[in-house]
């Protein structure tokens, strides 16, 4: 954003600050609900299309094919990956050493849990293997903006301030500096 203020005829202030625009860019780096959504309609079977009838557009769900597990499933493996997919995780600075051992971890993790649950959480043994590649590919891109403490750095720009002053201006429209008169 780009302010300037017209004091006596001089152009006293100028600030730009990019990263007023750059929040919803933050934002959008940091929010997580699309990546679990499009894991969640996944495993539901389901895709969302927009289509337009005489009222406007709107988002409909369409069947793509039959549900990767049961209600209870869905919704224990969603409450696992929310815990694994939020803003805070991406707060954290991962070598190459510590991403791999993370990724290990989670994988084994969610395997395990699969595994064990699959007849409670009503999973096919054939659905087992693409239901895990669907949120290891999700936790991988996801996880990857630990590395190098990239994430954090990139913060750096998005709330970036630049103020200037241009002294000589407000000297010859008589403005101080700071305010007030003279002393």
Not at 31 to 55: A, C, F, S
Not at 83 to 98: A, L
Not at 113 to 121: A, V
Request: proline share 1%; net charge negative; aromatic share 8%.
């Amino acid at each position: 954003m780009i302010q300037e203020q017209n004091n006596m005829g001089a152009q006293g202030f100028t600030s730009d600050n990019s990263g007023y625009y750059a929040a919803n860019a933050l934002q959008l780096r940091l929010n997580t609900d699309p990546v679990l959504r499009q894991i969640e309609m996944y495993l539901r079977g389901i895709k969302e299309r927009i289509t337009e009838d005489d009222r406007g557009f709107k988002v409909v769900e369409i069947k793509t094919g039959s549900a990767k597990a049961n209600d209870e499933g869905i919704q224990a493996i969603m409450g696992h990956l929310e815990s694994i997919f939020n803003p805070q995780v991406v707060q954290g600075n991962f070598d190459d050493e510590m991403y791999s051992d993370f990724l290990y971890s989670k994988r084994r993790a969610i395997a395990v849990n699969l595994m064990t649950n699959l007849q409670t959480y009503g999973i096919k043994e054939e659905s087992y293997g693409g239901i895990l590649t669907m949120i290891m590919s999700g936790i991988e891109t996801f996880i990857s903006r630990l590395r190098d403490n990239k994430e954090r750095e990139s913060y750096s720009q998005t709330f970036k301030t630049v103020e200037r002053s241009d002294q000589v201006l407000q000297q010859r429209s008589g403005m101080k500096l700071f305010g007030g008169g003279d002393r």
